[in-house]
Structure formats: structure tokens, C-alpha cells
């Protein structure tokens, strides 16, 4: 076999164990068998990547401010440690193990179902993400409608947890969790409506191919990322998806500091557990999308390393994107609600508006080939998104000066 075919098969490996493993049953079960393992390895993988990232995002949270991180737990009656990488598993032994505990006045009924319908509705968004060029779960016209469609799911579910525990710290936790989330979408769809335009497809598979050219001699990828529109787009795409994610500085929801842990202060054990998975799968599923929609999806950055395997690039952008939630939680303080807002209103949503502008300009523009055509092009479509970007953040703020706080003598 040429070292091509070789690679070839390495990028199919997946779908041959999948092919190897449905022969063995029945023609008339094929079919079933295939969804279920399409199903189950999903949430394997994604499961898989949690479990790291609550030790890496440990570790990396202690090296970036300056603390120890968790490195003790290794593998049981040994004295190897493995740098701590046992904790993912003393977490869920932990979490399994927990007493359930139910508050007498809480709805049985919904305390009970918020969490499953939340881990459902996010690995329900992970379904049409192209993880490679022949690994996308489920293939629709309508991909990027169903992601946000399903995503939606997630507001009933922490709205269910507050309103079913019957606690005024969780229902105030749920609301503003809506909040937030309402507040953010919309820039959130803002932010991709530019490569929908762009490239005339709701398909999160054509929307890749539509990236997978090079220019500069295969030097420079023909990613969305890479444009004007495309850049103001992922960066309001990255910080809206911050604030959908419950992450910092967005952790309103969850402010422990205020009231105590939101929509989840009924919620201990598993059910917890639950939560806590489900946020990470919908970060997943956001830097997915990003990935996707802004990052050539699971092109090589170079036409010389496209002979690697297609699902390699996937998650190699995909933990790099995670890696940025991870420093960001690190580095920046958590906003009050009033700036959260705000700034979702003021800023995010007429930026998000003045880059569909951009978009329709770079699309008219397609024709100005010249060099100096294209160093026009350029120049006026960085002007169209900066220009507003300038006035708005001076104006964010404009005329709220620091406050002065009294005390009591």
C-alpha cells in the first residue's frame, strides 16, 4: 500500500471499525446498530474530553495563577501518581457515590428531569459538527439552524432547575441565567449569519469545504477567520459563546460569591455531576462550531500537512479553542450583571449588525482583483467594522463614572 492509502486508511479508521463490527448482526439491524454506535461513540469521545479538561483546566488555572493544582491522585493501592491524572475518575467515584438530596418542597418531577434535559439538548448540538472529512454524526441542509435549535433546549432545562427546587436563590440563579443566555444568543446568530451569507449554505459540511482552498502557493488557508468580516465575526462569535457557556468573566449564573451556585444550589451527586458535564459538552460544542464555521473545520492550516488525518485537525483546533476558555477564566475577573448586559446590548449586538455591512460589502467587492483594488477592498472593509467598534466601546461606558462606595461611620 502506498503511503497515501496508508494515511487514507488511518482518516477512515473509524468508520472501518464501525463497518466491522455492524457486519456481524443481521441486514435488518444494520441500520439501528449503526445510529447506536454513532451515538455512543460521540458521547464517548466528548465524554473522554471532559474528563480531561477538568484536570488540564485544574492544572492550567494553578500555573497561570500561581498555585498548586490538583497532583496527587494517581492509580489506586500504587504509588504511582501520574501527575494527578487520576482525578477525573476520584471526581465521578465521588459524584456517583454522593447522597442524592432532594429539598421536600422541590418539584420531584422537574428536580429530577432538568439535568437530563440539558446534557441531552448539548449532545444533541454535537450531532452535526464535522469532526473529520468522513466523521460528521448527522448530515443536514439545516445543520447550523438545528445547532442552535437544539441549543435552545439548555434555556428551558436551567429555567426547569430554578423553578423546580423551589429556592429563591436558585429561581434567581435561572433568571439570570436566561438572562445572559437571551442576551447573548442573538449576537451569537449575528456573529454566523456572515458565513451563512457568504458561502449560500445552512451545511456545516459545505461550510468547510467552502475553506478548504490555499493561496500563496498553499501557504495561507482560505479560512473565514482570515478576512475582515471573518475575524470581527469569530472574535464576537468567541465572547458570545463565553457568556452562552457559563464561563468567566460570564460565570454570572453560577456567581457562588453572591447567590451561592445559582440554578444548581438544590442539585448535589450525580444530578450535579450532570450539570457540570453538561456545561463542558456545550463548551465543546460551541469551540466545535467555531472550529467549523471560522477555522476551516478539519482542513490542514497547510496544504503540505493535509496528508495527516482530517479528525487530527479537528481536535487539535478543537483543544486549542478550548484552551482559550480555559485562559480567559484564568485571567479575567467575573463582570456584574448590569455590565454583562450592557455590553451584550450596546456593543456586541450593533457590532454584530455592522459586520453583516461588512459581509455584504466583501461580497460585492469579489470583482476588485487589481493589487490595488484588493488593497482597497481591504483597507475599506477593516474601516467598516473598526470604525464602529472605536465609537461604540468609547461610548460603552460613556458618563458611568467609578462608584463611590459609603460606610457606615
Excluded at 455512543?40 to 484536570?55: C, K, S, W, Y
Excluded at 447573548?184 to 451563512?196: D, G, N, R, S, T
Excluded at 477567520?225 to 465575526?233: C, D, E, I, K, S
Aim: net charge neutral; aromatic share 14%; with cysteine.
Amino acid at each position: 500500500m502506498s503511503p497515501t492509502g496508508i494515511w487514507d486508511s488511518i482518516d477512515r479508521a473509524p468508520l472501518i471499525v464501525r463497518d466491522v463490527l455492524v457486519s456481524f448482526l443481521p441486514d435488518a439491524w444494520q441500520g439501528l446498530a449503526n445510529d447506536i454506535l454513532i451515538a455512543a461513540t460521540v458521547t464517548v469521545v466528548f465524554a473522554t474530553i471532559f474528563a480531561l479538561l477538568t484536570i488540564l483546566e485544574r492544572k492550567g488555572l494553578a500555573r497561570i495563577q500561581n498555585r498548586p493544582g490538583p497532583n496527587r491522585v494517581g492509580i489506586p493501592f500504587t504509588k504511582i501518581r501520574l501527575g494527578g491524572f487520576g482525578q477525573p475518575l476520584a471526581d465521578a467515584v465521588k459524584m456517583i457515590l454522593k447522597e442524592d438530596i432532594v429539598p421536600t418542597s422541590a418539584d420531584k418531577v422537574l428536580h429530577f428531569i432538568a439535568p437530563v434535559i440539558l446534557i441531552v439538548s448539548t449532545l444533541l448540538s454535537l450531532a452535526v459538527i464535522p469532526l473529520g472529512r468522513h466523521l460528521l454524526p448527522l448530515e443536514l441542509e439545516a445543520a447550523v439552524l438545528y445547532f442552535f435549535a437544539a441549543g435552545a433546549i439548555s434555556e428551558l432545562a436551567v429555567f426547569t432547575a430554578g423553578w423546580g427546587s423551589h429556592n429563591k436563590y436558585s429561581l434567581v440563579g435561572a433568571m439570570r441565567a436566561l438572562a445572559q443566555m437571551l442576551s447573548y444568543e442573538l449576537p451569537l446568530v449575528l456573529a454566523i449569519i456572515p458565513v451563512i451569507m457568504l458561502t449560500g449554505t445552512l451545511s456545516t459540511s459545505a461550510i468547510v469545504d467552502a475553506q478548504g482552498s490555499w493561496s500563496l502557493g498553499g501557504f495561507l488557508p482560505a479560512w473565514h477567520v482570515f478576512t475582515p468580516w471573518g475575524f470581527a465575526a469569530f472574535a464576537i462569535f468567541v465572547v458570545a459563546s463565553f457568556a452562552e457557556a457559563n464561563r468567566s468573566p460570564f460565570d454570572l449564573p453560577e456567581a457562588e460569591s453572591e447567590i451561592i451556585a445559582g440554578h444548581l444550589t438544590e442539585y448535589s451527586g450525580f444530578k450535579y455531576a450532570l450539570f457540570f458535564m453538561a456545561e463542558y459538552f456545550g463548551m465543546c460544542a460551541l469551540a466545535g462550531l467555531g472550529v467549523t464555521l471560522f477555522l476551516g473545520g478539519w482542513h490542514a492550516p497547510f496544504s503540505a500537512l493535509e496528508f495527516l488525518p482530517s479528525w487530527f485537525w479537528f481536535f487539535a483546533k478543537l483543544f486549542m479553542m478550548l484552551g482559550l476558555f480555559i485562559w480567559v477564566r484564568g485571567t479575567l475577573p467575573r463582570l456584574r450583571m448590569d455590565q454583562l448586559t450592557r455590553f451584550a446590548w450596546k456593543l456586541m449586538v450593533p457590532l454584530a449588525l455592522c459586520n453583516l455591512v461588512n459581509a455584504a460589502f466583501w461580497h460585492l467587492s469579489a470583482g476588485w482583483d487589481s493589487p490595488g483594488g484588493l488593497a482597497l477592498r481591504w483597507v475599506l472593509s477593516i474601516a467598516i467594522i473598526a470604525t464602529p467598534f472605536l465609537l461604540l466601546s468609547r461610548s460603552l461606558f460613556a458618563g458611568l463614572g467609578p462608584r463611590t462606595y459609603k460606610y457606615a461611620p
